[in-house]
């Protein structure tokens, strides 16, 4: 159950109020040197940025979509017809020859795109745009020389307002003609596609007619040259005295092979007839057997053998003298004179024989001479001839293949092939194609989203202010120990008021009950007071934080207005709190208590006065005392350095905490001075105002006099300001309210 506590007297009330419970917050570690990290930026930072910028994105996209529409509704509309030609590849492109065989083009890529840049040639547009007087409609205006206006005419034609494209995919070409006027962009799409037509068969007429005049051109010459060379082959003929000297040739050739084949049966023949004829000379018997008497031979040899033998038995047996042996030697002597003749006869006839077979070889020899010589001679003429024959047939059938080409070409030029066709015709559309409003308005509201959106994100990112604590701990390496809210009525200390007036006033801090029966019993503003003190007190373990100096980066952070409502807050504990004002420069504390002192902390440093005779209390505050800064002086500043620490340590033997409102630090010497003198310095900043650099400056002057930081104060903290505005108030909210006994 929280503890019951009393309001402040300035808010009188029959109902009890209740504080909520004291958050707790973890102690807060001694400040070291730090390197800031590069901050990643959250996603729910864009989005509050966006909420932030809400109204101002959503005026300016409402703006330039409604600029969009008003500029959209006074354009000119524009109207676009379109015409389709379709190209046919399998269609020949001729009727008779090779090309009623063959289609119009391999590459139809290429050859596509060949037709797009003709049908935006000047020859196909030229026409078209004399006959619809297109030149006044896009080309120069009335204000144009008659001179420059004679040489843009002179010019090639090129419409803007005219598209040539294919569709991916297909041998189509659409020719489409933009214009205000419906039918005349129809007229125009259907007028350059039949121009493109016609075009094309005037090419083909003009390259057959060109050709076929250069090929007459080429006959007269080719015919006189078929006639010479004919005439060259016909006299050939007649040198030779043959009708085809190749069939004479291949008689000779034959016969030259035969001769050739007996030539050398006759060669073999004779060397055999002398070789018998030699070894008869040489008076061997085996060669005269192998003669063709040889058989009588042989029957001589044998009956002389025999008559040798029986000689020899003769003899043997009756002797030189007896008729036997004379008989017996008669016969053996007639025997060998028959066979001597014999073998005579036979040498003979082997002479007789080898010069006959010698005689038919030298015969056939100077036959084969002969011939091969006579084939020789008319081989040679052969090839002449061949050579003039083949001249002859190449200028002939030259001749005859120009003679159909001219008559095909002839005949193709008269045709006009249908592998380009209008298969769709333009017609007057019905809706303009400029300006499409549907698309302008959504390309406008786009554009101008994305241009807010980057707009605002751009100028955050050039906000080099600090805004919310998590960019504090991300940018400086200090903790924020709290946030507080934007409440001016709030943030006004409580003075001595009549009865009707705090009512007033309390109706305006405290709120009726809501529909759930709860009134508000604190404000924001005192709930983040109470925070800050709670979180300062908690984490002084030690209990040696007996003086906090409150600094800034720059004047108008709040630091006086939070100085006071911290020294409020711990009075309220029921310590003793002393407020110092140390800004001797501007002093305003005792305005805030609506004090009009004389003398104050400037008397005391120069040791006019002492400072327990000048302590003021603040009524309804008793364990709250305000120590004003007195008449500005510039000896008194100077003497902080000297007497602060023992002024420090005599307020601290009187009072629990002593509070010390310091001027800021940057641009001021005595601040420094407080800094090092106090236990504990608390920095307060202005969230959308106090720039990053100045308060890491600051921070880096108070770790280079090594005093203790206690935390960071953002003050100032809204919902514009900080990206977690709702988070760090919801909190604040959750104990504000008790239950109503009305």
Same mark, same amino acid.
């Given at each position: 159950?929280?503890?019951?506590?009393?309001?402040?007297?300035?808010?009188?009330?029959?109902?009890?109020?209740?504080?909520?419970?004291?958050?707790?917050?973890?102690?807060?570690?001694?400040?070291?040197?730090?390197?800031?990290?590069?901050?990643?930026?959250?996603?729910?930072?864009?989005?509050?940025?966006?909420?932030?910028?809400?109204?101002?994105?959503?005026?300016?996209?409402?703006?330039?979509?409604?600029?969009?529409?008003?500029?959209?509704?006074?354009?000119?509309?524009?109207?676009?017809?379109?015409?389709?030609?379709?190209?046919?590849?399998?269609?020949?492109?001729?009727?008779?020859?090779?090309?009623?065989?063959?289609?119009?083009?391999?590459?139809?890529?290429?050859?596509?795109?060949?037709?797009?840049?003709?049908?935006?040639?000047?020859?196909?547009?030229?026409?078209?745009?004399?006959?619809?007087?297109?030149?006044?409609?896009?080309?120069?205006?009335?204000?144009?020389?008659?001179?420059?206006?004679?040489?843009?005419?002179?010019?090639?034609?090129?419409?803007?307002?005219?598209?040539?494209?294919?569709?991916?995919?297909?041998?189509?070409?659409?020719?489409?003609?933009?214009?205000?006027?419906?039918?005349?962009?129809?007229?125009?799409?259907?007028?350059?596609?039949?121009?493109?037509?016609?075009?094309?068969?005037?090419?083909?007429?003009?390259?057959?007619?060109?050709?076929?005049?250069?090929?007459?051109?080429?006959?007269?010459?080719?015919?006189?040259?078929?006639?010479?060379?004919?005439?060259?082959?016909?006299?050939?003929?007649?040198?030779?005295?043959?009708?085809?000297?190749?069939?004479?040739?291949?008689?000779?050739?034959?016969?030259?092979?035969?001769?050739?084949?007996?030539?050398?049966?006759?060669?073999?023949?004779?060397?055999?007839?002398?070789?018998?004829?030699?070894?008869?000379?040489?008076?061997?018997?085996?060669?005269?057997?192998?003669?063709?008497?040889?058989?009588?031979?042989?029957?001589?040899?044998?009956?002389?053998?025999?008559?040798?033998?029986?000689?020899?038995?003769?003899?043997?047996?009756?002797?030189?003298?007896?008729?036997?042996?004379?008989?017996?030697?008669?016969?053996?002597?007639?025997?060998?004179?028959?066979?001597?003749?014999?073998?005579?006869?036979?040498?003979?006839?082997?002479?007789?024989?080898?010069?006959?077979?010698?005689?038919?070889?030298?015969?056939?020899?100077?036959?084969?001479?002969?011939?091969?010589?006579?084939?020789?001679?008319?081989?040679?003429?052969?090839?002449?001839?061949?050579?003039?024959?083949?001249?002859?047939?190449?200028?002939?059938?030259?001749?005859?293949?120009?003679?159909?080409?001219?008559?095909?070409?002839?005949?193709?030029?008269?045709?006009?092939?249908?592998?380009?066709?209008?298969?769709?015709?333009?017609?007057?559309?019905?809706?303009?194609?400029?300006?499409?409003?549907?698309?302008?308005?959504?390309?406008?509201?786009?554009?101008?989203?994305?241009?807010?959106?980057?707009?605002?994100?751009?100028?955050?990112?050039?906000?080099?202010?600090?805004?919310?604590?998590?960019?504090?701990?991300?940018?400086?390496?200090?903790? %924020?120990?709290?946030?507080? @809210?934007?409440?001016?009525? $709030? #943030?006004? +200390?409580?003075? *001595?008021?009549?009865?009707?007036?705090? !009512?007033?006033?309390?109706?305006?801090?405290?709120?009726?009950?809501?529909?759930?029966?709860?009134?508000?019993?604190?404000?924001?503003?005192?709930?983040?007071?109470?925070?800050?003190?709670?979180?300062?007190?908690?984490?002084?373990?030690?209990?040696?934080?007996?003086?906090?100096?409150?600094?800034?980066?720059?004047?108008?952070?709040?630091?006086?207005?939070?100085?006071?409502?911290?020294?409020?807050?711990?009075?309220?504990?029921?310590?003793?709190?002393?407020?110092?004002?140390?800004?001797?420069?501007?002093?305003?504390?005792?305005?805030?208590?609506?004090?009009?002192?004389?003398?104050?902390?400037?008397?005391?440093?120069?040791?006019?006065?002492?400072?327990?005779?000048?302590?003021?209390?603040?009524?309804?505050?008793?364990?709250?005392? %305000?120590?004003?800064?007195? @008449?500005?002086?510039?000896? $008194? #500043?100077? +003497?902080?350095? *000297?007497?602060?620490?023992?002024?420090? !340590?005599?307020?601290?033997?009187?009072?629990?905490?002593?509070?010390?409102?310091?001027?800021?630090?940057?641009?001021?010497?005595?601040?420094?001075?407080?800094?090092?003198?106090?236990?504990?310095?608390?920095?307060?900043?202005?969230?959308?105002?106090?720039?990053?650099?100045?308060?890491?400056?600051?921070?880096?002057?108070?770790?280079?006099?090594?005093?203790?930081?206690?935390?960071?104060?953002?003050?100032?903290?809204?919902?514009?300001?900080?990206?977690?505005?709702?988070?760090?108030?919801?909190?604040?909210?959750?104990?504000?309210?008790?239950?109503?006994?009305?």
């Amino acid at each position: 159950m929280p503890e019951q506590v009393r309001l402040p007297e300035i808010f009188p009330s029959t109902q009890p109020n209740i504080l909520p419970p004291v958050a707790y917050y973890p102690p807060i570690a001694q400040q070291q040197e730090f390197e800031p990290e590069t901050p990643a930026v959250p996603l729910t930072h864009y989005l509050w940025i966006l909420r932030r910028h809400l109204w101002r994105i959503i005026a300016f996209v409402a703006s330039c979509v409604l600029a969009t529409a008003i500029v959209s509704a006074r354009l000119q509309p524009i109207y676009e017809s379109t015409a389709t030609v379709d190209i046919d590849f399998q269609e020949p492109a001729g009727v008779v020859g090779q090309d009623s065989t063959h289609s119009a083009a391999n590459n139809s890529d290429t050859f596509l795109s060949t037709q797009i840049k003709l049908i935006q040639s000047d020859s196909v547009l030229r026409p078209v745009a004399e006959r619809y007087h297109l030149l006044n409609l896009e080309g120069p205006s009335s204000q144009t020389s008659a001179q420059k206006a004679q040489a843009i005419a002179a010019a090639p034609i090129s419409l803007s307002r005219l598209k040539v494209t294919r569709p991916a995919g297909t041998n189509l070409l659409l020719i489409s003609y933009r214009s205000p006027d419906p039918r005349l962009a129809a007229d125009v799409s259907n007028a350059v596609a039949n121009s493109y037509l016609a075009h094309t068969y005037n090419i083909r007429i003009r390259s057959s007619t060109s050709m076929s005049s250069f090929m007459e051109k080429q006959i007269d010459e080719l015919k006189a040259k078929m006639e010479q060379s004919n005439l060259a082959l016909a006299q050939f003929e007649k040198d030779l005295d043959v009708l085809n000297p190749e069939d004479k040739s291949n008689i000779l050739s034959a016969r030259l092979l035969q001769l050739n084949t007996e030539f050398t049966t006759a060669q073999a023949e004779r060397v055999n007839k002398q070789a018998a004829l030699e070894a008869i000379r040489t008076g061997s018997l085996e060669a005269a057997q192998v003669s063709s008497q040889g058989e009588s031979l042989a029957k001589l040899s044998d009956a002389l053998n025999m008559a040798r033998q029986h000689f020899v038995l003769v003899k043997s047996t009756y002797g030189s003298t007896h008729p036997e042996y004379r008989k017996a030697a008669s016969e053996l002597a007639e025997i060998e004179r028959q066979f001597d003749e014999t073998r005579s006869s036979i040498a003979e006839r082997v002479a007789v024989q080898y010069r006959q077979a010698q005689g038919r070889e030298q015969l056939l020899a100077k036959t084969v001479a002969d011939t091969k010589a006579e084939w020789d001679h008319l081989n040679s003429r052969s090839f002449q001839y061949r050579q003039l024959k083949q001249e002859a047939d190449a200028d002939r059938a030259l001749y005859d293949e120009l003679i159909k080409k001219i008559r095909e070409a002839d005949i193709n030029s008269g045709f006009q092939n249908n592998n380009i066709s209008i298969a769709d015709a333009a017609r007057p559309p019905l809706h303009s194609v400029f300006p499409d409003i549907r698309l302008n308005l959504l390309m406008a509201f786009l554009a101008s989203t994305l241009l807010a959106i980057g707009a605002v994100i751009l100028l955050d990112t050039l906000d080099t202010t600090l805004r919310d604590p998590r960019e504090v701990s991300r940018f400086l390496g200090v903790d %924020v120990i709290g946030t507080m @809210p934007v409440d001016r009525l $709030a #943030a006004q +200390l409580p003075r *001595p008021v009549a009865q009707d007036q705090a !009512d007033a006033i309390l109706a305006k801090v405290i709120p009726s009950p809501n529909r759930n029966g709860y009134y508000k019993t604190t404000s924001d503003f005192e709930e983040a007071v109470r925070t800050i003190r709670n979180t300062i007190l908690l984490s002084d373990f030690e209990g040696r934080l007996r003086s906090i100096a409150l600094t800034s980066a720059a004047p108008s952070e709040g630091k006086t207005t939070i100085a006071a409502h911290l020294a409020i807050a711990n009075a309220a504990r029921g310590k003793k709190t002393l407020l110092v004002d140390g800004d001797l420069r501007r002093p305003s504390i005792h305005t805030k208590f609506g004090f009009t002192p004389r003398v104050g902390l400037s008397n005391v440093l120069t040791g006019e006065l002492h400072w327990q005779d000048i302590v003021l209390p603040v009524d309804g505050k008793p364990n709250l005392s %305000v120590l004003p800064a007195g @008449p500005g002086s510039h000896r $008194a #500043a100077d +003497l902080i350095g *000297p007497r602060l620490s023992s002024l420090l !340590d005599e307020f601290a033997k009187e009072y629990d905490l002593v509070i010390l409102d310091s001027p800021p630090l940057l641009g001021f010497a005595e601040c420094l001075q407080m800094a090092t003198a106090a236990d504990g310095v608390l920095i307060i900043s202005r969230a959308g105002e106090t720039k990053r650099r100045a308060v890491a400056e600051v921070i880096s002057v108070l770790q280079r006099l090594r005093a203790n930081i206690v935390g960071v104060v953002l003050n100032q903290v809204s919902q514009n300001t900080s990206s977690d505005g709702y988070s760090y108030y919801g909190y604040y909210r959750y104990g504000h309210y008790q239950k109503s006994e009305r």
